[in-house]
């Protein structure tokens, strides 16, 4: 077996699951505030993705005005969403709120299909092409820079999560509803500041997994994954979506590349598998299931 | 309104169809049903046929998930389970009908309590994901065995019902609608039970319903075993009806459009189910009519399959918001105003 071929692929792997991390993260902001369980999260990354493509490609913005309209606009619609559709739920069981995003995915999918069709598009290159190569290990730019991105954003929104107010105030949601309304926060926006957020993060995300994989409406597969890493982490853990992120990442690269592509969806699902027979919180998740 | 239903007897009070009004409407339905074939054409025997299979399937997900509580997005790789079987067996043995859909559903079947299996430890939404993950894992050997052709699927034989092959929607219909009211009113009197009970107690309050002696595990497997013999029954019929499995034809979306047709009918109603796998059946041929008749011409058709999902999307979404308990809970509102005319209350 070749070495550099395995640490090749490993590196790819992190490199691919730091981008699972990171739309991981803007379900999790979503999931500790408002414990809505977000499927959708797939077709967020997709709406991101289309409107920078509309904005670059569309009306020929410049890539450095693009991306944040893109990010903002994806904000606004987080926003429009948890107001219309998810503010109305509230109280409702849990799985009615998980229908909910169900059926929000399938409008999104639709809306897009109606404003760019069902082709294939690409997005304009804005990341440096020049190939990265450690030792004899070669690494897609795209790839490299897309886990940078990750990476930094990811930095950011811990940073943001310790030291900001509303930072302060999702993390005192998170943890107690009531407390945290009886102490002066306003929940409810809190509510609409943690769609905001994640829409943000999952527009950065869909942008550079456009990038580096081109978009189709069907991009909200991407979503599965993503579910995957965040139920093997843990719904409610930080931690567990870096984590998760970055080991389903490894574990779908190394499928791919030793057994088949067809593979890496099916080894992702065993490992989910494996990991709700053994943990069944997820590796870092709060244990609050009931447990009979 | 209605007068005279006083019960005078208990058997009278549990009757399945309780009053002589009831038994009058399904007697009409019945002979509408026995007719229909006669006087449709085969586009309306084919979205009959259609509908029927999808009221099997929605009817088998709505004990499990409206009747126990259990949220399952695998209802579809269940179907395809039952597909499968009844293609391998009609093709390689060429066993009856009937008997194909029975070990069809069977197979189905032991697939389902195989899943149900990590319901002991897990529920809600972890149990939703892991029945996700169990719908590709069942996918990738549909493409990957032997035995199921792999991508290319298989073709099955028409169905053979006394040396008479099924092969037009009109033949294959004595036997899909026949057997989707069978199985309807065996959905409806497994509530009258103690295990239908036992369900119903398990989804209100589960730590509840094991304090009172529900054994818990047993009856989650079982609603599961029941919940995927009808998917794997309706998957048979499918195949007969399509006469060709592939691993393409039981997608994810096919277990969320079940999903989104017993929310639509309305959740733990047999009714619901058959109301709400109707509707979603029939929105996105009612969706091809209203584009024909906009003057966009050629253009339309393009629109048509996104305007389905979004469709698709509002519909879940609005019924959700506006009217949690569906169509049947519309249903009921419309019947009382009937029985209570010309009084309000």
Known sequence: ?292 | MRIGTAKQSYAADQALFDSATQRTWVLVLVLALIAFPFVADPYWLYLACLVAINIASATGLNILTGYTGLVSLGQAAFMGIGAYTVAVLEQRLGTPAILNLLIGGTVAMLGGVLVGIPSLRVKGLYLAIATIAASFIVHFLFANLGVTGGTAGLSVPPAKIFGVALDTSFRIYWLVVPVTALMLLGAANLFRTRIGRAFIAIRDRDISAEVLGIPLLRYKLLSFALSSFYAGVAGGLWAYFFRVVTPESFPLQMSIFFLAAIIVGGMGTILGAILGATFMTMVPEFLKLVVGWTSLGADSLQYVAPIRIIVFGVLIVGFLVFEPHGLAEMWRRVRRFFHLWPFKH
């Open chain 1, 1 to 292: 077996m070749d070495i550099w071929f395995l640490i090749e692929i490993t590196l790819a792997g992190l490199a691919g699951g730091g981008l699972y991390a990171l739309a991981a993260l803007a379900f999790v902001i979503v999931y500790k505030a408002t414990r809505v369980v977000n499927l959708a999260i797939g077709e967020m990354l997709m709406i991101g993705a289309y409107t920078f493509f509309g904005l670059s490609t569309g009306l020929s913005w410049p890539v450095w005005l693009a991306i944040p309209g893109a990010v903002v606009a994806s904000a606004l619609i987080g926003g429009l969403i948890e107001r219309i559709a998810i503010r109305p739920m509230l109280g409702e069981p849990p799985i009615s709120v998980f229908m909910v995003t169900v059926g929000l995915s399938s409008i999104l999918v639709g809306v897009v299909e109606l404003a760019w069709g069902a082709d294939t598009h690409r997005l304009i290159e804005f990341m440096p092409r020049d190939p990265i190569v450690l030792g004899e290990a070669f690494i897609a730019p795209k790839v490299f820079y897309g886990f940078l991105t990750a990476l930094a954003l990811t930095l950011a929104v811990l940073l943001l999560f310790r030291f900001w107010r509303g930072g302060v105030a999702l993390r005192a949601t998170a943890s107690d509803q009531g407390a945290a309304y009886a102490m002066g926060i306003a929940v409810p926006r809190v509510f609409s500041l943690s769609w905001v957020a994640g829409a943000a993060i999952a527009a950065v995300a869909g942008i550079v997994v456009g990038s580096i994989g081109g978009l189709s409406p069907t991009m909200g597969i991407f979503g599965l994954s993503v579910l995957v890493v965040v139920i093997v982490g843990g719904l409610d853990s930080i931690a567990g979506a870096l984590v998760g992120g970055l080991l389903i990442g490894v574990v779908e690269s190394l499928a791919g590349g030793y057994l088949g592509g067809e593979y890496k969806l099916l080894t992702t699902f065993v490992v989910l598998v494996v990991v709700l027979m053994v943990r069944p919180y997820g590796l870092f998740g709060t244990r609050d299931i009931e447990r009979l």
